[in-house]
Structures are given as C-alpha cells and as structure tokens.
C-alpha cells in the first residue's frame, strides 16, 4: 500500500469502461483495482471536467447541478467552560432558532467517556456551527461573511448567551444557574477559516443540500465498474449534509465492492414518513410547511370551539 501525501488529484484516466489510473497534481500516475473519489462536490465537478467522457456518465454527470448554488459559509467554532455544564436529557443537540447565524451546538462531554481529557482547565467543551451567513448580527450589523473574527465572537457569545430557551434548559439541569454563571475559559474558531476585509474563506469550500441541490445528489456505486463516490454530498438515509451522513456514505461506497460491509438503516417512524410526504406535496404547490398547516388548522379550530361557546344560550 502507497501513501501520497500532499499530493492533489488532477484527473482520472478513464478508457471507456474503467478507470485505469488516477493522476495527481505532480503527474505522478496512481493505479488500482478500485477508486473511491470522497472529494468535495466543488473539487470532483473539477476532476471530472477534464475528462469529458466520464463526465458524462450517470450519476457522474449531476455534479454541475449539485454545485449551481455554489459554496456555503458553514463556520465551526468551540467554547471552553472552566465547570460542567449539563443538560436535561442526554446527547442534547441545540438548534438556536432565534439566533441570526442560526447557531447549532452540541456538548461533546456527552458523546465521550469520562475520563477523556478535554483541555488544560476545560471540564465542558461545546462545539458550534453558524449555518447562515447572510443575515447580519444585533451587535455590529453585519454578516458572518464579512465580519472580522473579533466581530463573529461577539455576535456568536452574544446570540448563545440571549437564548432564553437554551437558558431556561440550563437552569433545569445546573440547580438554577444561568448560563452566563458559567465562565469561558477559551472560545476559538475552527482553524480552516480565514477572516478577510474581503470575506470569509474556507481553506475548503462547503457544500449544504438545498430543494434545488438535493435532487441531484448521486448514488455511491457509479455505471464504471471500479468507481465508486463517498461524502455527505451523495445520496443517503441521514438525508442531510453532516458527519452522520458522510459516514453513511463511506460505509455504502464500501459495499459497493465488499458485500460484507453493513449499513445501519435509520430508524424513521412511519408518522415523520408520512408528514415528509405531505410536507413534500405542499412545497410542490408551493404551499407553506405542513407543520405550519396542522397549527393554523387547530388554531382556527380552537377559534371555532370559543364562538360556537361564546353564542350557545344559556339555560337555567
């Protein structure tokens, strides 16, 4: 087994019914009985452009219309708290909905052993994602895509900290402690990020699924034989862009050439199959989100109920 490090993918050889070999950057010529290509969307398009032939295969030939909404600013950072800081149920995932970044967090204490060493001082370690980068923050008015990393550590520290509901779960499980009770002792955005007076950039761009990319995201097992595709990008159960869904996809990508390989299917209820269903339909017509259709029924029903009380007479 050979090992090419640093080294980037240029092309692959494709003779029009297998890959013969892959080339990298340096033109070093790499063969294999089998190739997985786990690139991000963004750099395979790239790949296979300079090899029209193979681009034009199925499920190679979607890339174009899995990128057309191009990069999306996805920022990770990480909060370091001096004391534990627990939650009320275990493996609570936050989604802070009032929040301008619309910030996801979660306690990576909770997915780990106890004795895992989390940092000089450090006994609760959160980790977090602004998954919007256009809507400006309440701070200093501007978005994550043009603010400077000192700007995105007020606005994040700020939206967390102004989250009555995240507040009110950490009271419930830290005997009336506020989350601002709590001290940091380190908060840190992910190292690949680059803040610039021209915007953010990744030292890799994201890509996220969206009702016009998500159409078009592949299968991992290609019409080429001994090609085969992994990452969040292509078709899984998980069903999103996340460490989840890449995971899936390495395990599908393996089992495309090894029978052996298990794939744990994700566990759906039949009611959420059936409201994605009806959820579906309503953004065909363009109609709003199901949920929202079901709470406006019982509210106008409920509305119903209080009139129809209000002019029943009374009877003595």
């Excluded at 398009?45 to 193979?54: M, Q, V």
């Excluded at 992994?230 to 990508?253: C, L, N, Y």
Aim: negative net charge.
């Amino acid at each position: 087994m050979s090992f090419y490090w640093n080294e980037s993918l240029e092309q692959l050889e494709f003779d029009g019914e297998a890959i013969t070999s892959a080339r990298l950057a340096s033109g070093k010529l790499v063969h294999a009985d089998r190739f997985v290509l786990a690139a991000n969307p963004f750099t395979t398009a790239k790949i296979l452009e300079r090899t029209p032939n193979l681009a034009t295969q199925p499920e190679l030939r979607q890339f174009n219309s899995l990128i057309q909404d191009g990069p999306h600013t996805q920022v990770s950072f990480r909060i370091a708290f001096t004391e534990p800081i627990y939650f009320p149920r275990e493996r609570t995932a936050v989604v802070v909905s009032d929040s301008e970044f619309n910030l996801t967090l979660f306690a990576e204490e909770q997915a780990w052993r106890r004795e895992v060493d989390l940092g000089e001082n450090v006994r609760s370690l959160w980790t977090g994602t602004t998954c919007t980068g256009t809507v400006p923050g309440k701070i200093h008015g501007r978005p994550v895509i043009y603010c400077t990393k000192e700007q995105f550590l007020d606005e994040v520290k700020s939206q967390i900290l102004e989250c009555k509901s995240l507040d009110s779960m950490i009271r419930t499980a830290n005997n009336g402690r506020s989350l601002s009770d709590f001290a940091i002792e380190r908060f840190e955005v992910w190292h690949e990020w680059k803040f610039s007076p021209d915007g953010i950039q990744p030292f890799q761009p994201k890509w996220v699924n969206t009702t016009n990319t998500q159409p078009h995201q592949p299968d991992q097992v290609t019409p080429v034989p001994n090609l085969f595709l992994a990452g969040a990008h292509t078709k899984t159960e998980a069903d999103v862009w996340s460490i989840e869904a890449a995971v899936e996809s390495g395990r599908r990508a393996a089992r495309g050439f090894d029978c052996r390989v298990k794939v744990l299917p994700q566990h759906i209820p039949l009611w959420i199959k059936i409201l994605n269903l009806l959820d579906d339909f309503c953004f065909s017509i363009g109609a709003p989100h199901i949920l929202t259709i079901i709470w406006a029924g019982l509210v106008a029903f409920g509305v119903y109920l209080l009139v129809r009380l209000a002019v029943l007479p009374f009877h003595y």
